[in-house]
């Protein structure tokens, strides 16, 4: 009878090989110490339980196993990359962003004052549209613009886009793990940054969708799309937003199994894949479908994607 292997007590040709690759990547991983440490918070090398076995999960997305994981001192930026930063890096660098390249980006319907009447749409998933003309500067196609939003989190951007301001700032995207570590803000196991209450007395904590997705939002945490990084309190390490406004990308490439023979010794994820790791949720997450802002979830997306509600943050090594 084919039974699953546990890796804790059961060794096998598998679990080397895949402790020998993930140990060979976590050896080769580019560290970047250059970048300005202004804006970011410094979080002290530290094990934690990292994923989670709760029901509310998706273990599809392989949340689980609950693992206790070691990342090394690390810079973490204290918000999402915003607007006016990512108009610094493009006034210096004369960037040009995937969307903008391709000519259109995936815009949510509720965002557009037509709600993008005769516009194709993805199927299964048809509140977005694809936008011609939608990109970082547009973020709801042409006729958007910025101006109020300079301190939201830039939008748009792909994980290659992310990457390219990264590297231009002198730091890199956090792996899964750090991006995790930092969320809990000193927590463990807790659903949220905050706790195991989603609105603790009451209290909106961060920005998600409230309401029925994706016909009626009612906005009860004071935003009907994206919100300023610092709308809402931060979590215990001084990191703001770290669950709903944007998902944020990782440096990861996703899978839903690597994790659970690979080393937990600062993991970096496998060493090719079709999509990265993205996590935190965003302001269109609804229990009734996506509960993914919470602080264990994970989901992911191809590289050169762009959407409404996919940003980033920064991590820089000591």
Request: aromatic share 12%; charged share 20%.
């Amino acid at each position: 009878m084919n039974r699953p292997v546990n890796p804790c007590c059961v060794p096998s040709k598998q679990h080397a090989e895949t402790l020998e690759r993930s140990r060979t990547l976590v050896a080769q991983r580019f560290r970047v110490s250059s970048g300005s440490t202004e804006g970011m918070v410094l979080l002290p090398g530290a094990s934690f339980l990292m994923g989670t076995d709760t029901k509310d999960g998706f273990p599809a997305d392989g949340e689980g196993p609950v693992r206790k994981v070691f990342v090394d001192s690390f810079y973490i930026d204290q918000y999402a990359v915003r607007n006016s930063d990512f108009e610094r890096f493009v006034s210096s660098t004369e960037y040009v962003t995937e969307a903008e390249r391709f000519g259109w980006s995936f815009v949510f319907e509720g965002d557009m004052a037509d709600r993008g009447a005769g516009l194709e749409c993805v199927p299964g998933a048809e509140w977005w549209k694809k936008v011609n003309g939608a990109n970082w500067r547009n973020p709801e196609g042409p006729g958007s613009h910025l101006a109020g939003r300079e301190n939201h989190p830039v939008v748009h951007v792909s994980w290659n886009d992310a990457m390219a301001y990264a590297t231009w700032a002198g730091k890199r995207l956090p792996t899964e793990a750090e991006w995790e570590y930092a969320a809990r803000g000193g927590l463990e196991q807790k659903i949220y940054p905050w706790g195991d209450e989603l609105t603790p007395g009451g209290k909106h904590l961060c920005n998600i969708w409230q309401g029925e997705f994706p016909v009626r939002n009612t906005a009860e945490d004071g935003f009907a799309s994206t919100a300023p990084v610092d709308a809402f309190p931060p979590n215990g390490y001084g990191l703001y937003a770290m669950t709903g406004n944007t998902w944020e990308w990782c440096a990861d490439w996703f899978d839903a199994q690597f994790h659970v023979l690979a080393t937990r010794d600062n993991p970096v994820g496998p060493p090719s894949g079709n999509a990265r790791v993205m996590k935190g949720g965003s302001y269109l997450c609804h229990r009734s479908y996506c509960n993914r802002y919470r602080v264990a979830a994970r989901s992911s997306n191809t590289p050169d994607s762009s959407t409404t509600n996919i940003g980033f943050r920064c991590v820089r090594d000591i």
